[in-house]
């Protein structure tokens, strides 16, 4: 398949166009269009290359996914769930833009969406120069209990939003190595413990996401171990070949 009209694909289409014509395993850590255009989808499967995405879990989104497993299993209905985001940087230049920002809404919101079972979960993002490289998240939660009694709570959160994402790309690229050492092909839905919006996978808890992610690494290394190693001992001709 030959992709045409290439000038016209967003900067993060065109990487992971460069990827799949390198035949390399690929990774978005933002809500870009990346392999979001089906012809990109479409040419990534037919190669066989191992992919992963979509915006990285960094912040606000990780304590929800905690959080709002945690009330269901406790019988408590979410009745809304506000946020708010403050940020500057670059970061915050780029989301004052509207239609990076709804993109950015999107995939904050689909998770909770499916954790609250639809709740009420408005979401603003604000672009505030001076906080720099902080980010600031706050979100209220209204809560239903036992006999329709009320109960409220609230979080904030700050922090260095790249130093919480850095050690999950250097994660990301060793298990995104790995996954190609196995013979991986296509979305692996089991990298979705690290984003927002996973590709391949529609489970957004985060205790069920690490065993997954666990459970995956443990049988992708055996397969590894199987591929490169003779009943001896002695590693096979291919393995030491790569």
Same mark, same amino acid.
């Given at each position: 398949?030959? =992709? @045409?009209? !290439?000038?016209?694909?967003?900067?993060?289409?065109?990487?992971?166009?460069?990827? =799949?014509?390198?035949?390399?395993?690929?990774?978005?850590?933002?809500?870009?269009?990346?392999?979001?255009?089906?012809?990109?989808? +479409?040419?990534?499967?037919? @190669?066989?290359?191992?992919?992963?995405?979509?915006?990285? !879990?960094?912040? /606000?989104?990780?304590?929800?996914?905690?959080?709002?497993?945690?009330?269901?299993?406790?019988?408590?209905?979410?009745?809304?769930?506000?946020?708010? &985001?403050?940020?500057?940087?670059?970061?915050?230049?780029?989301?004052?833009?509207?239609?990076?920002?709804?993109?950015?809404?999107?995939?904050? &919101?689909? #998770?909770?969406?499916?954790?609250?079972?639809?709740?009420?979960?408005?979401?603003?993002?604000? &672009?505030?120069?001076?906080?720099?490289?902080? !980010? %600031?998240?706050?979100?209220? =939660?209204? %809560?239903?209990?036992?006999?329709?009694?009320?109960?409220?709570? /609230?979080?904030?959160?700050?922090?260095?939003?790249?130093?919480?994402?850095?050690?999950? =790309?250097?994660?990301?690229?060793?298990?995104?190595?790995?996954?190609?050492?196995?013979?991986?092909?296509? /979305? %692996? #839905?089991?990298?979705?413990?690290?984003? !927002?919006?996973?590709?391949?996978?529609?489970?957004?808890?985060?205790?069920? +996401?690490?065993?997954?992610?666990?459970?995956?690494?443990?049988?992708?290394?055996?397969?590894?171990?199987?591929?490169?190693?003779?009943?001896?001992?002695?590693?096979? /001709?291919?393995?030491?070949?790569?």
């Amino acid at each position: 398949m030959r =992709i @045409r009209h !290439k000038r016209s694909f967003p900067p993060s289409s065109l990487s992971a166009y460069a990827a =799949i014509l390198a035949e390399a395993p690929y990774i978005c850590f933002t809500p870009s269009p990346a392999l979001n255009i089906p012809a990109l989808a +479409q040419l990534a499967a037919e @190669r066989g290359i191992p992919t992963a995405g979509q915006d990285g !879990k960094t912040g /606000q989104t990780w304590p929800r996914s905690v959080l709002a497993p945690g009330l269901a299993a406790r019988g408590l209905r979410v009745l809304s769930w506000a946020g708010a &985001n403050l940020l500057g940087g670059g970061d915050g230049a780029t989301l004052a833009d509207p239609q990076a920002v709804a993109g950015k809404l999107q995939s904050k &919101n689909r #998770g909770l969406q499916s954790l609250t079972n639809a709740a009420t979960t408005p979401l603003h993002i604000d &672009n505030v120069p001076d906080l720099g490289e902080t !980010k %600031v998240a706050w979100d209220h =939660i209204n %809560v239903e209990g036992f006999l329709g009694s009320r109960l409220t709570l /609230q979080t904030t959160w700050s922090a260095y939003d790249s130093m919480l994402a850095a050690p999950m =790309i250097l994660d990301l690229a060793r298990l995104m190595g790995l996954a190609d050492a196995a013979g991986q092909q296509g /979305q %692996v #839905g089991q990298l979705g413990f690290f984003f !927002k919006d996973p590709w391949g996978s529609d489970e957004h808890a985060f205790a069920e +996401q690490s065993r997954l992610l666990l459970d995956w690494a443990q049988q992708a290394g055996a397969r590894i171990s199987a591929m490169t190693h003779m009943p001896d001992g002695r590693i096979s /001709q291919g393995a030491a070949a790569r």
